[in-house]
């Protein structure tokens, strides 16, 4: 099994920076397409941002020019940079990972449990 935890929520004032860091562990044996969903209350769950093993990446229009997603292959991390935070980036995010477990090398998606991003004055 492949775990993933994030950290890095909280709350901040409209115009701050956040940065959200997703470390995956457990039995890895390769990932593939690292990504950030997020949801608000009421609303569905959505693409933020998503990285490809490569480093490629695609953004959510919404986010796009404040945002920016990496990642770290040697330590099974990824982060989200969130700059100039607006209200409506209020959610709870979520990390995202396609893998493969080590012993069954059966690619799955694998869901951390969440953090909380509260923008408000």
């Known amino acids: 099994q492949v775990q993933l935890v994030e950290s890095g929520g909280g709350l901040v004032q409209p115009g701050g920076s956040l940065r959200l860091s997703c470390a995956a562990s457990g039995s890895i044996f390769r990932i593939y397409t690292m990504a950030w969903y997020r949801q608000a209350p009421g609303k569905q769950r959505e693409l933020v941002a998503a990285?490809?093993?490569?480093?490629?990446?695609n953004y959510a229009d919404s986010v796009k020019g404040r945002f920016t997603i990496s990642r770290d292959n040697a330590k099974n991390t990824m982060y989200l940079q969130m700059n100039s935070l607006k209200p409506e980036d209020t959610a709870v995010y979520y990390c995202k990972a396609d893998a493969t477990d080590r012993a069954t090398r059966v690619l799955s998606n694998y869901w951390g449990q969440g953090t909380q991003v509260t923008v408000s004055s």
């Open positions: 990285i490809s093993s490569g480093g490629s990446t």
